[in-house]
């Protein structure tokens, strides 16, 4: 069985003493309950992961980042390595977001370093695919989103890739209000899981947790949620309000 998991992504959102209030605020509301294979992700900014993940210790509660750099070190300023973000106690990490291909003009081959250089420090990978409105339009999409998992995933070994997870966001769904459709969320996520049976057999891609991304609220997270091929969310404009985004890890469990 693939992990359930329900991930923040905070974005460039919050500053500390927000980011402080919220994650104290959830983690109270969510401290009794229980959890079985499952596992909730604050994917928060650099600058808070150290603090954070100091403060969520000993907690059920991860911390990941946003995104980490191709490199492994040197002189590249202003970069962030994997190894840094293990350093202080991050988890996890988001690489290839829909966002950073299209304002930071992210490759596949980007991305792919990415993982290594993430896999290397001992950080797991949320891993982002998906196509934008005009792609879904043409009806490229499932040609598009398997060129994503190709052109960065290809490279992995399947013990490498029991350490990531992947995360279906169509861009069109991504901070609009308008999610995909239960139907349209299951469609691609089996098509990622043949994916993965092709091209690290069957164990893997039963046990790869396949998640869903774009606009889920604590409204539509159950129908989502119920897909036999979602398992689980990451969750952007409704993980920076409490109450929300308990509800959508609570639809969960
Ligand atoms: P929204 O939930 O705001 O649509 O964002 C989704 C997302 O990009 C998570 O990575």
New binding site residues.
């Given amino acids: 069985m693939p992990q359930k998991i329900v991930a923040a992504?905070w974005?460039m959102n919050l500053n500390f003493q927000e980011a402080n209030a919220l994650i104290s605020e959830v983690t109270n509301i969510l401290k009794d309950e229980k959890r079985n294979n499952s596992e909730v992700i604050f994917a928060v900014p650099f600058v808070y992961i150290h603090y954070l993940s100091n403060f969520l210790k000993n907690s059920s509660f991860a911390i990941g980042a946003q995104n980490c750099s191709e490199y492994e070190k040197g002189a590249y300023t202003g970069e962030i390595s994997a190894q840094m973000l293990a350093s202080v106690g991050a988890k996890w990490v988001?690489v290839g977001?829909?966002?950073r291909r299209l304002y930071y003009l992210e490759t596949h081959r980007m991305i792919a370093e990415k993982i290594q250089r993430a896999l290397q420090a001992g950080l797991k990978v949320i891993f982002?695919c998906g196509e934008s409105l005009e792609i879904r339009n043409k009806n490229e999409h499932i040609v598009y989103v398997q060129n994503q998992l190709e052109g960065s995933l290809s490279e992995l070994s399947a013990e490498q890739i029991r350490n990531l997870v992947i995360?279906y966001?169509p861009v069109w769904?991504?901070?609009?209000g308008r999610n995909a459709t239960a139907d349209q969320a299951q469609e691609m996520h089996a098509l990622i899981r043949i994916y993965l049976k092709k091209k690290f057999g069957d164990e893997i891609a039963q046990n790869t947790s396949i998640l869903y991304?774009?606009?889920?609220n604590a409204q539509n997270a159950q129908s989502l949620f119920a897909c036999p091929d979602v398992d689980g969310g990451?969750?952007?404009?409704?993980?920076l309000k409490a109450r929300e985004f308990a509800e959508i890890v609570k639809t969960y469990n």
């Fill in positions: 992504n974005k988001i977001h829909s966002e982002c995360a966001e769904a991504i901070g609009t991304g774009g606009s889920v990451l969750v952007g404009g409704a993980s």
